[in-house]
């Protein structure tokens, strides 16, 4: 239920808010893998977190790009 309510937040944002928070997640990303290297790593689950949440924005980037491209095909 949580899951559903974050995906429908992410809906609401417009496409540059998407593209921003995809750069913020990949730095953290880059920076939970740097520190899961170091064996300084808090909170192991946070990788998980993370990968998933930037699938689920680049996901959604698809689905706009292709709703897009069939809209301009119809018109």
């Known amino acids: 239920m949580a899951q559903n309510k974050k995906i429908e937040d992410l809906r609401t944002k417009t496409d540059d ?7 913020e ?19 192991p689950a946070r990788i998980k ?3 998933r949440a930037i ?3 680049k996901t ?4 706009r790009q292709n709703e ?7 018109a």
């Open 17 to 23: 808010q998407l593209a921003n928070q995809l750069v």
């Open 68 to 74: 897009s491209a069939r809209t301009a095909v119809k």
């Open 49 to 51: 977190e993370v990968r």
């Open 60 to 63: 959604l980037q698809t689905e």
């Open 25 to 43: 997640l990949k730095r953290e990303q880059f920076n939970l893998r740097f520190q899961s290297a170091t064996n300084q790593l808090e909170r």
């Open 55 to 57: 699938a689920q924005i």
